[in-house]
């Protein structure tokens, strides 16, 4: 099972409160088990408080834990090594054998209830990736991996372009879209945790679309963000393609570049490559469960829509 | 508009017509889409149900960001 901190954290709901009752669980047994981390280079056996360390430090429940489905706290621990991850499912298996969780039933309010902020009722859900192509091995390994994210088309908009593209003329493609994917989703998520851009970060934008054969679209247009104070900087080219239902106006064989120039390190995503890099961030159609589910990052961490929807 | 259109010892030509070539370069592995075959459970209470039914612990992973998504 996989969630977003803030969910379970600050978002009031029976989950929340459920969810933070283990916290305090896990915190007053001390059931960390870090075994040792090769990524901090710690030695084995070191630390056995990492959760109660994490909240007295930042108040941040950030990690794995292992528990049973009554609450029974096991194991936490947030390392993401996959040596640790094998030791702490041994360890959390273990205590599972040795103390069983009791028979539990939950009840259909709490089976259905609102767990994050779902996509409308006609949304299409894209899948977002950012990436370094040309990462050299000389620097943090945090920079070959790859970013993930979900983006939005609201129903409305899907219909907005399939009625400009019936025309059969070039058209701008619709602003909402095209701010939302720069502010939003041009980002360097590829070391973690990226920072969207601010509305007077975008210094110019332009994308449009050109009708090429039957309900399909090419998309080319390009970006420039930049901080005020100059530090970071993301600029480039877009080029697309995506074809229109005609019926339902979704979009499929969705393929959305945006291929620029980065710079600078964000909030928590500091060792960037040192000079400007080249950097990419793609969109396709998905049809995953957890598309339905996981929101994207802007609108799963603000708890709102409003800016997402209209940046 | 100008920007370095240069990767390191790369070429990068950027055209409409190499958009798919390009695509590849984003979209992750197979090795990178590995995790995902774990079949993450995403509402904790309906896990519950089903550790509950299967008699087994449940595994949960979470960060600022489901890490589903961005994180």
Redesign the interface.
């Given at each position: 099972?996989?969630?977003?901190?803030?969910?379970?954290q600050w978002h009031r709901s029976?989950?929340q409160k459920?969810?933070m009752e283990l916290v305090d669980k896990m915190m007053a047994q001390k059931l960390s088990s870090r075994h040792g981390s090769k990524l901090s280079g710690q030695s084995i056996g070191n630390s056995e408080l990492d959760l109660n360390r994490q909240m007295a430090q930042s108040n941040d429940?950030?990690?794995?834990?292992?528990?049973?489905?009554?609450g029974t706290p096991?194991a936490f621990c947030n390392d993401h090594d996959p040596e640790d991850l094998e030791k702490l499912?041994d360890i959390?298996?273990e205590r599972?054998r040795q103390t069983?969780?009791e028979?539990?039933?939950?009840n259909e309010e709490?089976?259905s209830?609102p767990?994050?902020i779902t996509p409308p009722l006609g949304t299409q859900v894209l899948q977002?990736?950012?990436?370094i192509?040309?990462a050299?091995d000389s620097i943090t390994y945090l920079n070959k991996?790859?970013?993930?994210?979900?983006c939005w088309i609201y129903k409305d908009e899907l219909h907005e372009v399939a009625e400009l593209a019936s025309t059969g003329q070039e058209f701008p493609f619709p602003e909402r879209i095209t701010r939302r994917l720069a502010r939003f989703h041009f980002l360097d998520?590829v070391r973690?945790?990226?920072n969207v851009w601010k509305a007077r970060e975008v210094q110019?934008l332009s994308l449009k679309a050109t009708p090429h054969g039957p309900h399909q679209l090419?998309l080319?247009g390009?970006f420039?963000m930049t901080t005020t104070n100059q530090r970071r900087y993301y600029?480039?080219?877009i080029?697309?393609?995506l074809t229109i239902d005609p019926i339902t106006h979704t979009w499929s064989q969705v393929?959305i570049?945006a291929?620029?120039?980065a710079s600078g390190a964000g909030t928590y995503t500091p060792n960037q490559p040192p000079h400007?890099?080249?950097l990419?961030?793609?969109l396709?159609e998905t049809n995953l469960p957890?598309a339905q589910?996981?929101?994207?990052?802007e609108v799963?961490?603000s708890n709102r829509t409003t800016r997402y929807k209209n940046p | 508009m100008s920007w370095p259109d240069k990767a390191q010892g790369e070429e990068s030509e950027i055209s409409a017509k190499n958009l798919s070539e390009r695509f590849q370069l984003v979209e992750p592995t197979e090795i990178e889409q590995k995790w995902k075959e774990v079949g993450w459970r995403t509402h904790l209470m309906q896990a519950r149900q089903e550790a509950a039914e299967l008699e087994k612990p449940i595994f949960l992973w979470i960060m600022v960001g489901n890490p589903q998504g961005c994180t």
């Open positions: 099972m996989s969630a977003n901190t803030h969910d379970l029976a989950t459920w969810f429940p950030q990690g794995m834990y292992i528990f049973g489905a009554d096991y499912m959390g298996l599972f069983p969780p028979q539990v039933a939950l709490d089976l209830a767990f994050s977002c990736f950012s990436r192509p040309s050299p991996g790859v970013g993930r994210d979900f998520g973690g945790t990226p110019s090419l080319s390009s420039s600029r480039g080219l080029h697309g393609t393929q570049l291929d620029g120039t400007p890099y080249r990419l961030v793609g396709l957890e589910v996981v929101p994207p990052y799963g961490i | -």
